[in-house]
């Protein structure tokens, strides 16, 4: 069964730094893509970042330039460095996995989320 469990989340004030991890298990990793969903209050879940197999990134505009997705293939884990938060960057954040190498569609893999609170 595939399982991913995010971590790092808390309460940082604007301006901060956060990063959150996900250790994942019992998927086709590697080969896959994989994401950075969030959501808020009221809002449907957007994608932040995801990252392609071969480890092509790619952010939503809202976030591009202060956040930074890795992976490492060897771990099965996924990384989001977030940097110069901002109050609108409230949400629970969510890692994903995709079943193909680009992130296309609605990924079938979900973790339970982590909340990430940045304080004004």
């Known amino acids: 069964q595939v399982q991913l469990v995010e971590s790092g989340g808390g309460l940082v004030q604007a301006g901060g730094s956060l990063t959150l991890s996900c250790v994942t298990s019992?998927?086709?990793?590697?080969?896959?893509?994989v994401g950075w969903h969030r959501q808020a209050p009221g809002k449907q879940r957007e994608l932040v970042a995801s990252m392609t197999s071969t480890q092509v990134p790619n952010y939503a505009d809202s976030v591009k330039g202060r956040f930074t997705i890795s992976r490492d293939n060897a771990k099965k884990e996924v990384y989001l460095r977030m940097n110069r938060l901002v109050p609108d960057d409230t949400a629970v954040y969510y890692c994903?996995?995709?079943?193909?190498?680009?992130?296309?569609?609605?990924?079938?893999?979900w973790g339970q989320g982590t909340q990430v609170t940045v304080s004004s």
């Open positions: 019992g998927g086709a990793f590697a080969i896959n893509a």
């Open positions: 994903t996995l995709y079943d193909h190498w680009l992130p296309v569609r609605t990924p079938p893999y």
